[in-house]
C-alpha cells in the first residue's frame, strides 16, 4: 500500500498518453505524469516515488525529490502567506502548508524555520514548528561515544539545540564548538552523556578529543572537514592567506599544524594538509 507524504516503490498498472498509473493499494491508482516518468520504463516495472496530494487534494506521485517527508524534521523557507497559513519550500511543485495553529509564533516570507513534517488522521500532509510534539522522550536507546547524526534547529543560552536521529534532542554546549553552527545545519556528532532525567549532552567530537587539541586546532581540523579533507595551506603560505582561511596567525597556524600531525590528526602534503584517514 501506497503511504501520502513518504517515498514508496510501486508497480505500473497501465500507459498512457499523459502518464503512467501505479498500484497504489488502498489509494486506487495513482498517477505518475509524463512529465516525470523516466525513460524506457515498461508496463509490470516498479519505480520508487514520492506520493502526495496535489494542489486539488488528489493523489499524486513524482519522482522529484523533496527536501524532506512525513516524519522529518527540517529547516524549511515560507515562500508564501495568507489568511490560511504559510507555504514552506519542500523541493515539489505544491508547497508544503504550516497552518496558523501549527505556528509558535508568526512566520515572514523568505525566512526559514525549523519544522516537522506529518500527516493528520485524514492523510493531510502539514508542518507543525511544535517539534517538542514529535520528540521522542525515552533516551535509554542511547549511549555515550555513540555516533549520531544530528540536525541543528536552534540556538540556546547554553549553546545550540539539535534533533539527534530524527527522533531526539540534545545540546551542544557553546564552549565546545569551535566553529560556526548555522541553523538548519545537518551534521554527524557523538553522544557525551545521557543523563537520569533522560536529557542529552552531545558534542560535535569524539570522547577525548577536545583533551587532545587546544582551540586553534580544532578549528583547523572543522576547516577540514567542511572542504572534503584537504586545505591548501602550508609552512610557505603567506599569511595574509592563512588569516582569510582560518582566521589565525601563520605562528599559530604553524604551531597547531605541529601538534596535529603529532597527533596522527593530519598528513602533510606537497601542495597542503589533509585529514588521516584515522
Avoid: C
Avoid at 497559513?85 to 508568526?106: H, S
Avoid at 510534539?133 to 555513540?146: M, N, P, V, W, Y
Avoid at 588569516?243 to 601563520?250: A, E, F, P, Q, V
Amino acid at each position: 500500500m501506497a503511504i501520502a507524504g513518504k517515498y514508496n516503490t510501486l508497480n505500473i498498472t497501465k500507459i498512457v498518453d499523459f502518464g503512467i498509473y501505479l498500484d497504489g493499494g488502498e489509494f486506487g491508482e495513482i498517477l505518475l505524469p509524463m512529465k516525470w516518468v523516466p525513460e524506457n520504463t515498461k508496463p509490470d516495472d516498479h519505480l520508487e516515488v514520492f506520493v502526495y496530494f496535489d494542489s486539488s487534494d488528489r493523489i499524486i506521485a513524482t519522482t522529484m525529490k523533496p527536501y524532506a517527508q512525513v516524519g522529518d524534521f527540517a529547516f524549511l523557507r515560507v515562500k508564501a502567506v495568507n489568511d490560511v497559513g504559510a507555504f514552506l519550500d519542500w523541493g515539489l511543485e505544491k508547497d508544503l502548508l504550516l497552518p496558523y495553529r501549527e505556528q509558535t509564533y508568526a512566520v515572514q516570507k523568505d525566512f526559514s524555520y525549523p519544522v516537522f513534517i506529518f500527516a493528520d488522521p485524514k492523510g493531510r500532509i502539514a508542518a507543525s514548528m511544535h517539534l517538542e510534539r514529535f520528540i521522542e522522550k525515552d533516551t535509554s536507546s542511547l549511549t555515550a561515544g555513540q555516533e549520531v547524526d544530528l540536525f541543528i534547529y536552534a540556538a540556546s543560552d547554553l549553546g545550540f539545540k539539535a534533533i539527534i536521529n530524527n527522533k531526539f534532542e540534545g545540546v551542544i554546549y557553546a564552549n565546545e564548538v569551535f566553529r560556526k553552527i548555522e541553523r538548519g545545519e545537518k551534521t554527524k556528532g557523538f553522544i557525551k552523556k545521557v543523563r537520569e532525567d533522560g536529557k542529552v549532552d552531545i558534542s560535535l567530537y569524539k570522547t577525548g578529543y577536545q583533551n587532545k587539541i587546544d582551540e586553534l586546532s580544532a578549528k583547523i581540523l572543522d576547516s577540514l572537514k567542511n572542504n572534503n579533507g584537504f586545505l591548501p595551506l602550508t609552512d610557505n603560505s603567506q599569511p595574509e592567506d592563512i588569516y582569510k582561511t582560518l582566521g589565525m596567525s601563520k605562528k599559530n597556524f604553524k604551531k597547531s599544524v605541529g601538534n596535529l600531525l603529532k597527533s596522527g590528526y593530519i598528513i602533510l602534503q606537497q601542495d597542503g594538509i589533509s585529514m588521516s584517514e584515522d
